[in-house]
Each structure stands twice: as C-alpha cells, then as structure tokens.
C-alpha cells in the first residue's frame, strides 16, 4: 500500500522491520519504491540528502539521525512530521567537548604535530580544576557536557533561552562571558542563533579564554572569530563554511584546534540510531505519537 | 642554626614560610645555604636533581615535587625522610587520561595533523560508552582516572596489588586484559612494575585496543610495544627512554599518540604543591608526622 514502506540507509537498518528499504549512500530508490515511502531516515552528515523528502508522494514521517535540523525543515513538505535524533548523539558530543578542551589546554594537538618532527617538547598545561565554564545550550547536548566536565572540578554554568532553575537566561549571557575560561556552543542552529558569536561577543570573552563549538558551524561569524585570534582560543568541531575549502585562513590561524565535524560521529551512533529507528517505526505503525517531533 | 633552611624551587616557594631560600633550575646554593638545608624540595620533571640531597650535610626531610619517586630512592642519604607529591597530581594526571583516550579514539590527534594541509578528512570516531576500561594502580592516581572516566559510561575494573572490595589484584591481572578495551597504566614504578607491560602482556591484549601509560616509561617495553603496534594502538605520556631521541622509531610508529610527560603538570600544579609544602614544613617544625613518607 502506498505510504508502508521505510526507507533506511543501509547502515542505520533495524533488524526487525517489515517492509524496510534500505539504500546506499546518495542511491535514490526507483520510482515504485519512492511511490511507497511513507517514513523516511535521511542520511547521516557525509551524504546529506533531505531534498529527497519532495520525491516520495506518500511521506507521513521524516526520522532524522541528527540532532540538528536546520537543514531538512528548508525541505520539510507540508504535512511530513520532522523527527530528530535526540538522545543518540549527545554522549559522543559530550565526550569530544571533554577530549577537545583538554587537547587544547595540555596541548594534545601541539604534540601530535611535534611528533613528525620527533620533537619532546615538554609545556605546562592549564587544568580544568577550578576553571569556569559556561555551556551555552541547555538541551541534551549541554546537560550531556556539563555531566561529563563535572568530575573534573570545574564550576559549569548552563545557559538556556530562559532562566529556570539554576540555568541561566539569554538575556545573562553578555554579563557572564567575561568570568569564563571556556565557553562551549551547545545550541540548535535557529534564527537567534544564527551569527550569535559576533565581535560584540567574542570582544565579551576574557584574554585567553577558550571558545568550543560543536554545535553548529553559523553560530560563530568566522570572520570575526578570526580578528579575535589568538587573543582567545578555538576549538571548532563545525565551522562556516563546512567542510572547510584548503585554503581558508582558519586553517592556519594561531591557536585554533579544528576537528572535521565528528561531535556525535562514534560506533555509539548507528546503535543508538538503529534503537531509535525501531521505536519510531513502531510508534508510528502501531498510531502512538512519535518521539523527538521537532516540526511542523 | 644547622638544619633550620627550608630549600625550594623558586616556582613552588610558599609565600609565609621563615627561613625559607629560593634557587632557580640548576642553581646549587653555595656551601653556608647548603650546610643549613635541613628540609630540600627537588626542582620538578625539568631540571631533577635528586642527587643534591647528598650535598646537604644537616638535611632531614626530602619533600619530592612528584608522586614518582623512584629516581630519588637511588640518591636518598641515610637518615633523610623522603616525601612524595600524593595529592598535588592527580586530578592533572586523570584530566590527561581521559583526554588521551578520547583524543585517540576520536583521532583529534589526526585532525591536528590534517589541518597543517587544511584536510576536512571526517572519520566515524569510537565512543567511551558501554567500553571496558582497565586502569591498573589503585592509588590515587588510579583511583582519580576511574573518577574522570566514570561519567562517560565506561565499565571500569581497577587493578591493584591484592584484591580488595571491588578492587581486582595483580594476580587477576592476565585474566582480565583480554576483555579490556583501554588498559590504563597508573603504577608506581618499582621492581615488581619494571618492565611488566612485555610481550607477554601486550599479547593477552584484545586487537584494537588501547594502551595508555601515565605512569612511568619503563613500566612498558618500548621495544615489545614495537613488535605489538598497530594491532593494539598507545597514547604515552612516558616513555622509555626520556626524552625520546629524535630518531627514534616510536615516533613514527602507527597508532601511537606521544606527549611529552606532562601528566602533572598544569597551572594547577604549583599552586597545589605550595599548600603541600606550606603544610609539611609547619609540621617538620612542630615534630608532627609528615604526610606522603615514602621512605624509608
């Protein structure tokens, strides 16, 4: 029946789904099959593929195996329920955050590079005991984050859109910029975000502090970002434009670590996402309300 | 009065201290200084030198600036009580750890590399989660790495001398680093750990695993890990020899992350080693017992 079929990309399949299609990667299935297509999963970050949702008549549901969704509701047909993949990527960026900032304040990556040359070159580091951190995102992700640094005895401070509990607001985040060591992106990809770590903020940011985005790549104004090196650090997972051209000055500017969007990219990710696929396909055959609905 | 001087590395001199001279690296007092040092706190990793107790004739209590204290035994006169560092370190050395693995694991390491040719080269990354992790030294350094790692939702077996609660003992040691996927080493080096990670050792290692050494060089075979790389794959903080000549082929081989022994050292370090010292010298003054007597 038209609208049955879920269509998978090959590496996030369920064991136990009837009427799966699979596909490979950036392989669009034959007309009968697109004609059948009434739950869809996207590809995951190397083969982005939403502008597929307009080509399959019976859609009903897209499952996207990101956490972000800026990309897809461009291509969001009317009527089709976005779902996204909270809860199958925030421990992997979480642990990357972790990994990044003390690469960066012990100097990981320096002794990576030091190693071609065969170069011992022994430099004190900086220790997040003590430090200040200030996790911008409330959601998943920056929960996930501040559980991870908080063994490390650091002070976190969560920044969400509004104040509740002990997270603080948008509105305090200009007055909290300059008491912190680090600042981590953690936020979706919306239009307040959009450009959010302009001059204005990162001229906020302490002497010396350190910027981590693993959140989305037009969050930070890279322009700006680039004036305000090395005066402040970088730690980028995503950056604008992504992938990064060869020849783009961020590459090479002082005291920048970037790592080529891996945030929720582990061996965790197509367990975590083939779990969440099954329970979606199911909710959805059987009439219960989807988990993760982002949009309409 | 003979034996009254407290001798201390400019870096680590605390601030209200009587009687207290400074030296720079490398910088032996001249003999009335040296014939009044009666507590003497070695420089750190840098510039040791150990050997100068010896050139101390009213010299007491030697408080080292490491937990490590194996190339100050060789030199300790007799009479002298000799101190580590327990406490100073470890929080440093644990923040390492968890950044070496995820580093490893994540290939931070490769992205650093990459960017020096501006390569965006995106890998699917292994996460902690659900990972078995064996840290082999139940001390505090041991203990500090399970602490680090125990957010990141890794099954962690600490391995100590004898068994006790749920610590595992050294004999358990050969059953267990099969199911391993990390083995962390945080010993002491003493006769028994002089080189235990050999051949043998490294071949009950599972393929694809991780060896992580914070704790000293000769703790592992330099030569046997050859034989063993990239099957199983090694993030060092200490190797052996130290430094490591630049010609070397530890260097270069596969699947090895090398930094150069910085496990303690961070900002956090001279500001914690003063307490420590502050506090040892009030009670070598009052006749109280030291804390952290290592020998004899």
């Keep these: 029946m038209p609208g049955d079929l879920v269509l998978v990309p090959e590496l996030l399949a369920p064991a136990d789904i009837a009427d799966c299609v699979t596909y490979a990667p950036g392989q669009l299935p034959d007309e009968v099959v697109r004609g059948g297509v009434g739950f869809f999963v ?141 600042v981590v992106l953690a936020v979706p990809l919306t239009a307040e975000t959009d450009g959010m770590v302009n001059s204005a903020f990162l001229a906020r940011m302490a002497d010396g502090a350190l910027l981590v985005n693993v959140a989305r790549g037009p969050v930070v104004v890279t322009d700006d970002l680039l004036a305000h090196l090395p005066r402040i650090e970088a730690a980028l997972d995503v950056v604008d434009p992504e992938p990064l051209p060869a020849d783009h000055p961020l590459w090479a500017a002082p005291g920048v670590l970037i790592t080529p969007h891996i945030g929720g990219d582990t061996d965790a990710f197509p367990r975590l996402a083939r779990q969440l696929i099954a329970r979606q396909v199911q909710r959805w055959r059987s009439g219960e309300p989807l988990e993760n609905v982002v949009a309409p």
Tied chains: 1, 2.
């Excluded at 996207?64 to 969704?69: R, Y």
């Design 42 to 182: 996207p590809d995951y970050i190397d083969s982005p593929n939403p502008e597929w949702m307009a080509r399959f008549p019976a859609l009903q549901v897209a499952q996207l195996p990101t956490v972000g969704f800026d990309a897809a509701l461009t291509y969001l047909p009317e009527g089709v329920t976005l779902c996204n993949a909270a809860g199958v990527h925030e421990q992997s960026t979480a642990e990357l955050t972790v990994g990044l900032i003390i690469a960066k304040w012990r100097g990981v990556d320096r002794a990576a590079r030091d190693m071609a040359e065969g170069a011992w070159k022994h430099r004190r580091g900086r220790s997040l005991q003590d430090s200040r951190v200030l996790v911008v995102g409330a959601g998943g992700v920056g929960r996930g984050i501040a559980d991870a640094l908080a063994p490390l005895g650091c002070h976190i401070q969560l920044v969400g859109r509004s104040r509740r509990d002990r997270i603080a607001g948008a509105d305090e985040l200009p007055d909290l910029l300059g008491a912190a060591d680090v």
